[in-house]
């Protein structure tokens, strides 16, 4: 192996063992998520892939489950959504695109450029970054925030996400209190963040 070779092929297995992420050999870029073998993630029913760079990336809480703290519970987070919503609510995989802990990591639901159900019309079109716990009243951790804000910047780095990108909270789109009430006035303050709204009668969505 050449130097580049072998320096990200040292530095993959490095940020893999370390931080459970995987490592983007082309351009040696650490990919800023946990993969779905690490949380155990289930088979999804079926996988629709539309194409990129995204336009819309948008925010939300789980309400429930509650926040996580370490990695153990935020697996058990992650396979209680994508339980509930594959058995219950009858959909392909977990609704988002991406989940954020409070142990500051990142874990891929059905990743970028695949179909979410996490915001009718706009589930070809964006990433669904849920921040997992209740957002009302209280602000996520900084390690939290950081790390949904790092998500997206390597989606625009590596052109996944548009340059252009629109960033928006679920209320936005939908009659909801997702992403909370204190989150929602955070994003605000985040670049691309558009005070749009655009939501339909939810029966006929």
């Known amino acids: ?24 050999s082309k351009a040696c870029d650490p990919v800023p998520y946990v993969t779905r073998e690490f949380w155990s993630a289930l088979p999804p029913k079926r996988i629709e892939h539309f194409a990129g760079p995204i336009p819309y990336v948008i925010i939300h809480h789980s309400y429930r489950p509650a926040a996580c703290y370490n990695g153990l519970q935020c697996i058990a987070a992650m396979q209680s959504m994508q339980k509930m919503h594959q058995d219950e609510r009858q959909w392909n ?5 991406f989940a954020v802990g409070g142990d500051g990591r990142v874990y891929q639901g059905r990743g970028f450029n695949v179909i979410g159900a996490h915001a009718p019309r706009y589930n070809n079109r ?4 849920c921040l997992i716990g209740d957002w009302v009243a209280d602000l996520p951790p900084k390690s939290m925030l950081t790390a949904a804000q790092n998500l997206i910047e390597y989606g625009v780095r590596n052109g996944l996400i548009a340059q252009n990108y629109t960033l928006l909270g679920h209320r936005q789109v939908r009659t909801t209190e997702c992403p909370g009430d204190r989150l929602f006035e955070e994003i605000k303050t985040w670049p691309h963040f558009d005070p749009m709204t655009d939501i339909v009668d939810q029966n006929s969505v």
């Not at 964006?126 to 970054?129: E, K, L």
């Open 93 to 97: 995989d977990i609704g988002y695109s």
């Open 1 to 24: 192996m050449d130097f580049v070779k072998d320096f990200c092929y040292y530095f993959g297995v490095i940020a893999f063992t370390l931080f459970y992420v995987a490592v983007d």
């Open 126 to 129: 964006s990433v669904g970054i």
